[in-house]
């Protein structure tokens, strides 16, 4: 009877190693697996300041935590190390990468990436939002050689059904576990395509298994009429006389009525970004989304609900807003008690009845800007040519 032939798999070249210390913490090394080397084939390289801390074996939070983002770290120093290693060894490159590399690296590496090329940090949330529904999918150990068509199917799947990552008791931050919008479905699944298209270009995988898909097999995730929420001109006037709770909320957001900024920018506005000119108070600034700096007239409606600046600092911000969540938590609260029956948040604030009656291609001639400064260029258009001041 003929002997069954079984296949060695090849060593990962490189591996994260941890080691114990007296006082209860623990070094981080990366092991690097060399054929013919003494010990056994391994190398070691001490990462000099990452250090895993005593966490009493998980009850204290606040170490586990700060483990968690030395790993991450590691992690990334890791993928480098590996990179580095493959571009030495010729004809193992190939065959290291597309075995060996988890996808949870690539995608960590490749937010890392981007993040150092100066990509907005929604950017880098995206990949990270998309990694965790990627970990529950299919778990954290798939490799890149793993991704086939078989798996995009039911990436797609997936998505098409899936739960936002919540809790049943939510703390501040946090929020119950809901459907997921479609549109956020969409943006996964395409940020999964983008990450899959740089790991071709980068030679880790031959070719992009979401290309197999046809066109019905992405039917579920396509774009559909959704209806935008606005608020009427009625509605901003009834906010304005409206209390809110978080006072600081409130003028930021009708500020950005006026002006077109996005929560994102009126977060990083500071005093340095606003000057004076002949025609009076304006706005220079480099947009967090775009990338491209803007100049924005501020009229006295936007200036009114701007703060004194009293004894601020150039580089101080000029509104003092406290997180994301909170800050749509009390748009909400505060459209409540105005009765507007909306789902209010800050980014409505960009949204006008008017805008949508616009010819965009003729504003987008005039303004000569990109689709994603249309809302600022809207903003602009109705301040030259409108007189917001006189409409509110």
């Not at 895993?52 to 606040?62: A, C, N, P, Q, T």
């Not at 924005?296 to 003092?320: C, H, T, Y």
């Not at 807003?321 to 029956?341: D, H």
């Not at 805008?355 to 003729?362: A, D, G, K, Q, R």
């Amino acid at each position: 009877m003929a002997k069954k032939r079984t296949k060695t798999k090849a060593k990962e070249p490189i591996k994260i190693w941890v080691k114990p210390l007296k006082n209860g913490n623990k070094a981080i090394y990366l092991r690097t697996y060399q054929a013919g080397s003494k010990g056994r084939g391994y190398t070691y390289e001490r990462l000099k300041g990452l250090l895993l801390v005593d966490d009493k074996r998980g009850s204290d939070k606040e170490a586990k935590a700060k483990n968690e983002a030395t790993l991450r770290t590691a992690i990334l120093i890791r993928c480098e190390r590996i990179k580095e290693w493959s571009m030495s060894h010729g004809n193992y490159q190939r065959e290291m990468k597309t075995k060996d590399m988890l996808l949870k690296d690539w995608m960590l590496l490749y937010a890392d990436q981007k993040r150092q090329q100066g990509q907005s940090g929604s950017h880098a949330a995206n990949i990270q939002h998309t990694l965790l529904h990627l970990i529950r999918y299919k778990g954290e150990n798939i490799r890149m050689a793993q991704l086939d068509k078989t798996y995009c199917e039911g990436w797609v799947q997936y998505l098409a059904h899936a739960k936002t990552i919540g809790t049943d008791v939510p703390m501040r931050g946090e929020h119950h576990e809901k459907d997921l919008a479609k549109g956020t479905a969409r943006l996964y699944f395409n940020t999964f395509v983008t990450v899959l298209n740089e790991a071709v270009r980068e030679g880790i995988i031959p070719k992009n298994p979401t290309k197999l898909l046809k066109k019905e097999e992405r039917k579920m995730l396509s774009k559909q009429e959704s209806k935008r929420c606005y608020l009427s001109i009625e509605e901003i006037k009834l906010l304005m006389v409206t209390p809110c709770k978080a006072d600081t909320v409130k003028c930021a957001f009708l500020f950005a009525c006026f002006c077109g900024l996005r929560l994102s920018d009126v977060r990083s506005l500071r005093w340095a970004d606003i000057g004076k000119g002949t025609e009076g108070y304006y706005i220079s600034k480099q947009m967090v989304k775009s990338r491209h700096v803007v100049t924005i007239p501020l009229s006295e409606n936007a200036l009114a609900w701007m703060p004194a600046r009293g004894q601020a600092r150039v580089e101080d911000k000029v509104f003092s807003l406290p997180s994301y969540f909170s800050v749509n938590y009390r748009m909400k609260q505060w459209a409540r008690e105005a009765g507007i029956e909306k789902p209010v948040t800050f980014h409505v604030s960009s949204h006008s009845k008017l805008f949508y009656l616009l010819n965009i291609s003729e504003l987008s001639i005039l303004k000569n800007v990109t689709a994603n400064d249309l809302e600022t260029s809207y903003i602009l258009f109705l301040s030259q040519l409108c007189n917001i001041q006189r409409t509110l």
